[in-house]
């Protein structure tokens, strides 16, 4: 019997498995929601050694805003100059979140710190701010990308009391995405 259940878990586990393989096909299609799901993060473990694994998970959450997870593919991220270079690019990206929160809940100038420039939303803004070209309405700061697209920012006291950054992105004066970021 406890043979027979211990191959019955054993070939569910098998079935339900996410493989690498499985993975890289959801990274290739850009599929990076299930890239850097709590599924995946599970198998981080797993795979840590694995910088292919490690790089598609933290550009993944990258892209998908869930920029707190790359903490670990910074560190991992040594191997090869390609991988060192996305670690950088996530720590930056990392940096300049908290920077931005801190700035802009705990009012500390931070207009002196330069870093590199991504195409991330959060390093434009934080580009844009550090330089101080925006404009502020009210409590709403408005960083222009082009004549087309903006990013309008604001910070926001949640019900759980967490103060969030919310940024709001228009094209043409219309709504097309909103984050928020803490």
Known sequence: MGKSLFALCFLANSVFALSLETIRTWYAEGAYEKVCSHETTALYETYTDNEEFVNMYGHACVEIDM??????????????????????????????????????????????????????????IFDKYVTNDFVKEGNVFIFKESEQLSHHLHVRLTGDDIYKLIVQTYSDGKLIRTRAYW
């Open 67 to 124: 920029i707190s997870r790359t903490v670990n593919p910074i560190n991992k991220l040594i191997r090869s100059p390609e991988t060192r270079a996305n670690a950088a690019y996530f720590a930056t990206v990392l940096y300049q979140k908290k920077l931005l929160y801190h700035a802009f809940v705990d009012k500390v100038d931070i207009s002196y710190v330069r870093l590199p420039r991504t195409p991330h939303i959060l390093s434009v």
